[in-house]
């Protein structure tokens, strides 16, 4: 199978500090990564499309120099939030691109800003 | 543009009682129909990858098939452990170009009553 971990997976701050999300393919390689939001009952939103050694390409109305994405290797992507507020708080998801199209999903991280 | 609708958005069954869920899509090129599940608090888990019409792929009580403008996931007999929300998505190519960027229906809620 195809496995990608996430950390952490949950996450409490307070408002002002960042937070960094880590996202891992443990059995592949992903030159892409994508990260997305979820709202509660809400579908995946996809906010920026990760590939190793370039920069991020966002979505519209995605604030980039709030979530700061980085993919430093074919297996990590990490997504820091920056100067984080309650409005932040929210349901994050990375997934990794196996070949050029198969989508392989972490576990998701809760993030809370007090 | 690429676009993937999915129906019903929320289905309730009784145990046993078997249905199928909708994915219709417009998309230039398919390059694959990929289904997922997922539970509430979890990042989608891979179900199944289907390319091109006709094709079936089964996986214990589900079975996914695919025409040239719709897919079906088929559920036989289910069980309340098959409640979650089921996701379709299929990976277009941006007009700017670069990497293929999955486009996700926003997915049916399936709940199974015992």
């Known amino acids: 199978g195809a496995v990608v971990s996430q950390h952490p997976s949950r996450v409490i701050c307070k408002s002002g500090t960042s937070v960094k999300i880590e996202c891992r393919s443990l059995d592949f390689q992903a030159t892409t990564m994508f990260w997305y939001r979820q709202f509660p009952k809400q579908s995946l939103m996809l906010m920026a499309t990760s590939n190793e050694g370039s920069k991020a390409t966002y979505e519209q109305g995605v604030e980039k120099d709030k979530f700061l994405i980085n993919h430093a290797s074919l297996t990590l992507s990490t997504l820091t939030v920056t100067s984080a507020h309650p409005e932040d708080s929210s349901f994050y998801i990375c997934s990794g691109q196996r070949g050029d199209n198969e989508q392989f999903f972490g576990p998701g991280t809760r993030l809370t800003v007090l | 543009e690429d676009q993937v609708t999915q129906s019903p958005e929320a289905l309730r069954l009784q145990e046993g009682e078997s249905s199928s869920l909708n994915c219709s899509y417009t998309?230039?090129?398919?390059?694959?129909l990929f289904w997922y599940r997922q539970d509430p608090g979890k990042g989608p888990e891979f179900l199944f990858t289907l390319y091109s019409a006709g094709e079936e792929k089964e996986k214990e009580r589900l079975k996914a098939t695919l025409t040239k403008k719709e897919s079906f996931l088929h559920i036989t007999a289910p069980k309340p452990e098959d409640s979650a929300t089921y996701l379709c998505?299929?990976?277009?190519?941006?007009?700017?170009?670069?990497?293929?960027?999955?486009?996700f229906g926003r997915g049916t809620s399936l709940i199974v009553h015992p």
């Open positions: 998505a299929v990976p277009g190519l941006p007009p700017s170009g670069g990497s293929y960027i999955p486009t």
């Open positions: 998309v230039s090129g398919l390059r694959g």
